[in-house]
């Protein structure tokens, strides 16, 4: 059974950093684009970051460029992504998701396989 499984979201203070954590397990991811998206309440789902099947390339939301990072270890089929200087804005339940594509894109229609989500929330 494939899953990929979120963890190391909770409740920071504007300014505040936090490192979420995307386990996969069931396959291998090694030849997928990996991607964070988030959702806030009553919003639609928005993308956040991706990243390349090796780590080589990356691609960000315009809101999140230069506070977000997101990285893979490629022996852990885990991917990352660490948040600073958060902000209120910030707050949503994120997603990671897998494509089967060497290179991500912002659009979560090319991405197939989905955690649960783990909520961030940021107060001001």
């Known amino acids: 059974q494939v899953r990929l499984v979120e963890s190391g979201g909770g409740l920071v203070q504007a300014g505040g950093s936090l490192r979420l954590s995307c386990a996969a397990s069931?396959?291998?991811?090694?030849?997928?684009?990996m991607g964070w998206f988030r959702q806030a309440p009553g919003k639609e789902r928005e993308f956040v970051a991706t990243?390349?099947?090796?780590?080589?390339?990356?691609l960000y939301a315009d809101s999140v460029k230069g506070r977000f990072t997101i990285s893979r270890d490629a022996a852990k089929n885990t991917v990352y992504l660490q948040m600073n200087s958060l902000k209120p804005e910030d707050t949503a339940v994120y997603y990671c998701?897998?494509?089967?594509?060497?290179?991500?894109?912002?659009?979560?229609?090319?991405?197939?396989?989905w955690g649960q989500g783990t909520q961030v929330t940021v107060s001001s």
């Open positions: 990243i390349s099947w090796n780590g080589g390339s990356t």
């Open positions: 998701a897998a494509a089967p594509r060497p290179i991500g894109s912002r659009w979560y229609e090319e991405y197939n396989y």
């Open positions: 069931g396959r291998t991811f090694s030849t997928y684009a």
